[in-house]
């Protein structure tokens, strides 16, 4: 099986092919790209893939626009940080989503269901695409997955929309919805997001701060440093450090100290006071 993997995170990729690895151990990666400009070239050089295991959100863009720009005939798997909600527009017409951090279970799952693609309707129509000059690829029940990709877009956050006013948070067995503004923190380690609301509850998220930096609303929430986005209430008092630095006294308290270096101490101050 010939897998292309379409992933802008070193480490998702590299997590991935070792999952790959242990899932379907004949599996040969093709490629691994970053951009949605890279996976366009390489599908216009290349035959199409067994299987496509691709992020959404890359370098350059959505990898949603692949398909906007190009047909494709293999089956793809997304793998993806975004809530299930946004998602499920469009589950049935794929073979699978898996939320980061993929799971090997959940990956052998999805392969199973891979097995059950149905491979003969996407010959023929690969052929008849092929005859009429169009680009080499057909994807099963094509303008109801293109009309699913849509609606996927149309629910996904992107420049001009509103900026994210809630997340859905596990909570036991449960998925509920709460309010960005609950918010207090967000801190990463070791690839894990956790929101912090501001009664101190912690939630696991599916969303990396680069991607929260871009979903939440600026005017009111801020990247302290490489591991922590407050929201302004959350924000009680500033203690200079050392060498320009400053320490962020949060609430609720952090079990760690977080400091600003003094390249961002500057734009912090200005957060603060609403410039």
């Given amino acids: 099986m010939n897998v292309l993997l379409i992933e802008d995170e070193y480490p998702a990729a590299e997590r991935l092919q070792r999952l790959l690895l242990q899932a379907a151990p004949e599996a040969q990666v093709l490629a691994v790209l ?9 599908l216009d050089r290349n035959p199409a893939p067994d299987l496509i295991l691709s992020d959404i959100q890359l370098a350059d863009g959505l990898s949603l626009e692949i398909w906007e720009q190009v047909v494709v005939s293999s089956p793809v798997i997304f793998t993806t940080a975004y809530d ?29 269901k891979l097995q059950r693609w149905p491979g003969s309707e996407i010959k023929s129509k690969s052929e008849e695409l092929k005859e009429q000059g169009k680009p080499s690829a057909f994807n099963p029940s094509l303008s109801t997955f293109h009309s699913s990709m849509e609606r996927l877009l149309d629910a996904l956050p992107h420049a001009g929309r509103p900026y994210k006013t809630r997340f859905l948070v596990r909570q036991g067995e449960q998925l ?30 599916d969303y990396t701060l680069e991607q929260l ?15 922590v986005i407050a929201q302004l209430p959350a924000v009680r008092r500033l203690h200079p450090h050392f060498n320009g630095k400053l320490a962020v006294e949060l609430h609720p ?21 609403g410039s």
């Fill in 84 to 112: 299930a909600y946004a998602i499920h527009a469009f589950r049935a017409n794929s073979v699978d989503y898996l939320l980061k951090p993929v799971k090997l279970v959940e990956l052998q799952a999805a392969l199973q």
């Fill in 213 to 227: 930096e871009k979903l939440l609303d600026p005017a009111h929430f801020f990247r302290l440093n490489r591991q």
């Fill in 176 to 205: 509920l919805p709460l309010p960005a503004s609950e918010a207090a923190w967000f801190v990463s380690r070791h690839e894990v997001t956790t929101l912090v609301a501001s009664d101190g509850r912690r939630y696991v998220v």
């Fill in 34 to 42: 970053d951009t949605v400009a890279g996976a366009l070239s390489w």
């Fill in 253 to 273: 308290a952090p079990t760690e100290e977080v400091l600003v270096s003094r390249e961002k101490a500057g734009s912090l101050k200005a957060w603060l006071e």
